[in-house]
C-alpha cells in the first residue's frame, strides 16, 4: 500500500521560515484535501516535497512508501512515484505532449523495460478519450499555448498515464470553469484505488463538492491548525478561515 508520510516537516524559503512543524499521513485509497487562505505555503509543501531546489527543508522527515524522501534527487522522487500537478504547469517548447509523456511513463518502469511506441500510443489514446481530449492534442509541444483548460485536462492525462504512488493535485481547480471542473473530478475520482494516495490543495470548497475526501487539514501560518472529515470543507466555506487563524495576545 503506498503511503506518504510527513513529520514535523520544516521548510524555509529564501532564508524564510514557511512551514513550521507540518505532519500527515497519506495512505493508499484516501484523498486528503490541505486547505487554507492564500500564502500559508500550501505550494511550498508540494515544491518542497517533489524537491524544488528554492525550498530547504530545515527539520522533521518525509518518507514515501517507508523510504527517506528528502535523500532522493528530483527524478528519484518522480521515479519512486511522486506526481505533482501544479497551479502554473510550464511550457516545455520542443517536446510533445506524447513524447514527454512516453519518457515519464518509460522512467517509471520497474524493471527497466520500455514501453514500445504503440503500445504506448493505443494506452495513451484510451486515455484521452476517456477525458474527452482530442488524439491532435498528443502531438502538440507540452503545455505551449494550452488554455488554462487543455492544460489542467493535460495533467490529469499525465495522472492517468504514470499512475504514481501519491498524487498532488496544487489548485487543479484554479481557473476552472464548472463544466472543465467536473471533468476533472471525475477523472480524479475514476483513478481512486488503494494503489494511489492522493493530496488535493485547494483554496475553495467548490472542487470538494465533487472529490469527496476522507480527510481535511486547514493550513494557516505554515501549521495544521485542524484537521477533520469531508463536513470540515463546507464549514470553511460557511465560516472563512479567520475563526481559525492562531490570536495575536498583544491585540485581543
Ligand atoms: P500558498 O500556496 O498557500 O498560497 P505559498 O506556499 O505559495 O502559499 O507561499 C507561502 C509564503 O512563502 C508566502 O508568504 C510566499 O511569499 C513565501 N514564498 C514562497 N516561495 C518563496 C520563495 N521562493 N522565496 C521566498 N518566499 C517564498
Ligand atoms: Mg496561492
Ligand atoms: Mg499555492
Known sequence: QAELKLHQLQVSAGGTPILNGVSLDI????????????????STLSLALMGHPRY????????LDGQDLLAMKVDERA????F?????????????????????????????????????????EAEMASLG??????????NE????????????LQLAMLKPRIAILDEIDSGLDIDALKVVAQAVNSLRSPQMGVLIITHYQR???YIAPDHVHVLIG???????????????????YDWLKPQDPADP
Not at 27 to 42: D, S, Y
Not at 133 to 142: G, T, V
Not at 145 to 156: A, D, P
Open 27 to 42: 495512505k493508499g485509497g484516501e484523498v486528503h484535501a490541505i486547505m487554507g487562505p492564500n500564502g500559508t505555503g500550501k
Open 56 to 63: 530547504e527543508v530545515t527539520g522533521g522527515s518525509a518518507t
Open 79 to 82: 521515479r519512486a512515484g511522486l
Open 84 to 124: 505533482l500537478a501544479m497551479q502554473y504547469p510550464s511550457e516545455i517548447a520542443g517536446v510533445s505532449n506524447a513524447n514527454f509523456l512516453r519518457t515519464a511513463v518509460n522512467a517509471r518502469q520497474p524493471d527497466g523495460k520500455e514501453i514500445g511506441v504503440l503500445p504506448f500510443r493505443k494506452q495513451l
Open 133 to 142: 481530449i482530442e488524439s491532435k492534442f498528443a502531438d502538440r509541444y507540452l
Open 145 to 156: 499555448g494550452f488554455s488554462g483548460g487543455e492544460k489542467k485536462r493535460n495533467e490529469i
Open 207 to 209: 472542487l470538494l463538492e
Open 222 to 240: 505554515g501549521r495544521i491548525v485542524k484537521s477533520g472529515g469531508k463536513e470540515l470543507a463546507q464549514e470553511l466555506e460557511a465560516k472563512g
